[in-house]
């Protein structure tokens, strides 16, 4: 293990900010990776191959152009890449995301009442009003702002967590909003806020139960939510096959058991991570990094992209397990780091 401020400064300069200077860095071997050889090399080089040409540094493009020619997968990867461990302190943690489905309106009716809106065009870069003060005033009403009207605030809620969702209006069609921004506060875990009042014991904490919980209390369930002070506004996105997974962070469908969501400030967006998942359902999977979320925060945080829909949403919601995440690095990337 290389525990050196050169070493953390350099790959904090390949990465989105300077919070990689307090990790510890693990140059392993590729027989560490448990569960390696049986993966499925060819799935994991077609899903990169979708974004690596959007990475940056001196050493991407040329692997980009490789990934592209369609070479022996696991060969790839062994040869152009090294794979190294980054830890800040924090216990690991793997939870799950999902594209939700869910039914809506381009009107308000009596039963779509909750507006998805559009970044107002005076939203600035530092914090704004939080989701307790845009709820309560007013502030977006009557601008022309809302793209589409939800029937459940939680369902509201829950969409702006996941970042991105498909709404099926009355007369069967469909639209895909995708994120459009936020109002720059800090998210905050309702679930965790629901056992911290004793509202519910935390086994018991889950989407359903949240949502059931909620309806039956709706005064306290409105304050509940605002615990939450951050939101998230949307946009339409018409460029995307309803085949393929919704837009991540480098503005590319993501794909479901194959894209991650990582902090960007500890793994760099579109490398290839292999991910070691245990708990009840255990995972062993060479990902890409393709997405970021307002709640992964941390070198050995991921949240896995599980689907689309009611089923994809089950499955991520079961998903709350420790592990390991291991990032692959272009070997001379790596070389560079350990030289330091």
């Known amino acids: 293990m290389i525990r050196a401020a050169a070493l953390a400064a350099a790959f904090a300069a ?47 493009p040329a692997i980009c152009a490789v990934a592209k020619s369609d070479p022996p997968a696991r060969e790839f990867f062994e040869r152009l890449f090294l794979p190294v461990m980054i830890e800040d302190g924090e216990a690991p943690l793997f939870t799950g995301y999902f594209e939700p489905e869910l039914a809506g309106s381009l009107v308000r ?11 107002p065009p005076e939203l600035p870069s530092q914090p704004w009003l939080t989701r307790r003060e845009i709820e309560t005033t007013g502030i977006l009403d009557g601008r022309d702002l809302e793209i589409a009207w939800l029937s459940d605030p939680v369902d509201k809620f829950f969409l702006q967590v996941q970042g991105s969702g498909r709404i099926r209006l009355p007369d069967g069609r469909g639209i895909r909003v995708g994120f459009g921004g936020k109002n720059g506060h800090p998210y905050r875990s309702i679930g965790n806020e629901m056992v911290r009042r004793g509202y519910l ?110 089923e994809a949403g089950e499955v991520a919601g079961r998903v709350r397990d420790s592990g390991r995440l291991v990032v692959l690095l272009p070997v001379d990337t790596a070389l560079d780091l350990a030289a330091q």
């Open 201 to 310: 014991p935390e086994h018991q904490v889950s989407a359903p139960m949240i949502r059931r919980w909620v309806a039956d209390n709706p005064v306290a369930g409105a304050e509940l939510l605002h615990h939450n002070p951050s939101y998230v506004f949307f946009r339409e996105v018409t460029r995307v096959p309803p085949n393929r997974g919704p837009l991540g962070a480098m503005n590319r469908s993501i794909t479901a058991g194959r894209s991650v969501a990582i902090d960007p400030e500890f793994v760099p967006l579109g490398a290839p991570v292999w991910l070691e998942k245990g708990g009840e359902e255990p995972l062993r999977r060479l990902m890409v990094a393709q997405d970021t979320g307002s709640a992964v925060k941390g070198a050995q945080r991921a949240d896995i992209f599980f689907g689309t829909g009611d």
């Open 14 to 60: 390949m990465t989105a900010g300077g919070a990689a200077a307090e990790a510890q860095y693990s140059f392993l071997e590729w027989d560490d990776l448990d569960g390696w050889s049986a993966d499925s090399h060819d799935v994991a080089l077609s899903v990169f191959s979708e974004t690596c040409g959007d990475l940056e540094g001196p050493h991407w």
């Open 109 to 119: 009716t009596t039963t779509f009442r909750y507006p998805l809106y559009r970044r």
